[in-house]
């Protein structure tokens, strides 16, 4: 009975919180599932359906498509730090970046007494796993590279100079 009373781990509180569904698929889908389960401890900054539904929508994706995208695993990952961070911990790094488990670093501020990642405000802090720290964000945020690869994906919908557009015209 007593473990019980034990949370979960990180995969196993998002699965029960029923509000990370797209994450939940995102991390069964890109293999992350055991890493995610692991001994840690882990920080994740874990989006919201509605966050994830959001960047979608800003993509242009389908669920379906960002399940399926090579850059899955790179996303996911960035959105994971190695150690436990807790929010007095995040806070006290105000102005500071963080490695994540991807590599590409985060950068942590507190505006209005809310703790930003990158551009993603965290709205419920210190959710406790057996193997970590879930803090809930409210926007999916996008690794260095998934962020310019979305930027020259929009860039190429514009058309070229009019020589490009003669050239491309045949």
Known sequence: EAMADEPGTIVDVAVGAGT?????????????????SGDGPFTVFAPTDEAFAAALEALGLTVEELLASPDLGAILTYHVLAGGVDAATAI???????????????DISVVDGSVMINNATVIAADIAASNGIIH????????PAAEEMATEEAMADEPGTIVDVAVGAG
């Open 20 to 36: 990370f569904t797209t994450l939940v698929a995102a991390v069964t889908e890109a293999g992350l599932v055991d890493a995610l």
């Open 92 to 106: 006290s790094l105000d102005g500071q970046s963080a490695d994540t488990v991807n590599g590409a670093s985060i």
């Open 136 to 143: 809930v964000i409210d926007t999916v945020l996008l690794p």
